[in-house]
Each structure stands twice: as C-alpha cells, then as structure tokens.
C-alpha cells in the first residue's frame, strides 16, 4: 500500500503521463473519511461514480470526457486484509486507436511471417519425400527406371479407364458390311 503521507509526490508522478485525466482517492478509516483528488472528474462525480466509489467495488467502463474517450476505473484499497478505500482513475484513450492500428499491423506482419515460413517448410517436406520417391524407383548406377517403377506404372495404367485401349479384330469383312449397313 503507497504511503499516503507522500500522497503530493504521488499525484505529481501520475500526472506525468498526460493520458490520465482526473484521479481521487476515498479513504475511510478509524471513522474518519478522507477524499483526495485531482483533474476535473473529481469534482463532479456522477451519481454511479461516487456509490462505486463509496461501495468499493471494482468496476471499469469506457466513458466520454470532455469530448473525450477515456476508462474509468475503480478499484478497492486494502489494507490488513481490510477494505479501507477506493482508488478512482479517468485514463484517456485517445491514442489507443492509434496503438491499435500499430499492433493489428505487427500482427499482420508476424502472421505472414510464419505463413511463409510455414509454406516454405511444406515446400521442404514435399520436396524431399520426392527426392525419395525417386530413389526407390531409379537405380543409383545406370540412373534408368526399375522394375518397381514400371510395376507401378502398370498398376496406375490398369485403375484408370481412359488409358485403356481396346482393339477389335475382325477376320470376316462380310460380316463387317452387315454392321455398317445397318
């Protein structure tokens, strides 16, 4: 827990970061209440805001800010185990479409990265079981096609149809004329 007797430092430090708005911190402890805060969205508090932040229940929810998209965020204080507080913070996010449109195109960019990679591994693989394919079907001395090659052609040769040829011998010409005049 941040020692709150610095509690000036403190806010001096979070409002170096120009994306924060407005921050108010609610302490309720030994019976006494204490409220510090700074930016304007400390000073007028809507109805929601102030019971989420007496409640001291963690909430957040994205918000217009003086024509603004900002984040606010409530969040509990403990101390021993003890609720004794809530921590209020109005974030900016007006550069975040920005940081977005960056990150979705690294991402972009690594997707294709492995895309490519991956499409040059498949490349690979597909390459050297070629590469072993051949060699079981050449012989490595004479670099002619064996015997497992022409086994293997015929076998493609007999499961395909349209490479089947059939020839008709015909040794009776008369019988022929009957066929054709009809």
């Known amino acids: 827990i941040y020692d709150f007797t610095q ?43 102030w019971e989420s932040i007496v409640k001291r229940r963690t909430h957040y929810k994205t918000t217009m800010y003086d024509e603004h998209y900002a984040l606010e965020v409530h969040v509990p204080i403990e101390k021993d185990n003890k609720v004794i507080g809530s921590y209020f913070i109005v974030y900016s996010l007006d ?39 051949d060699l079981s079907y050449r012989d490595e001395s004479t670099n002619i096609m064996n015997r497992k090659y022409l086994k293997e052609l015929h076998n493609q040769d007999q499961l395909d149809p349209s490479k089947r040829i059939v020839v008709f011998f015909i040794r009776n010409l008369k019988r022929m004329e009957l066929l054709i005049d009809a």
């Open 95 to 133: 550069n975040m479409e920005r940081f977005m449109s960056i990150v979705s195109f690294i991402i972009a960019g690594v997707l294709f990265l492995i895309t490519l990679v991956m499409y040059g591994l498949l490349r690979a693989i597909i390459s050297r079981n070629q590469k072993i394919e």
């Open 7 to 49: 509690f000036d430092s403190y806010i001096d430090e979070v409002f170096r970061d120009d994306r924060i708005l407005s921050i108010l911190i609610y302490l309720s402890e030994d019976n006494e209440n204490r409220i510090y805060g700074s930016g304007k969205s400390s000073y007028h508090l809507t109805s929601d805001q």
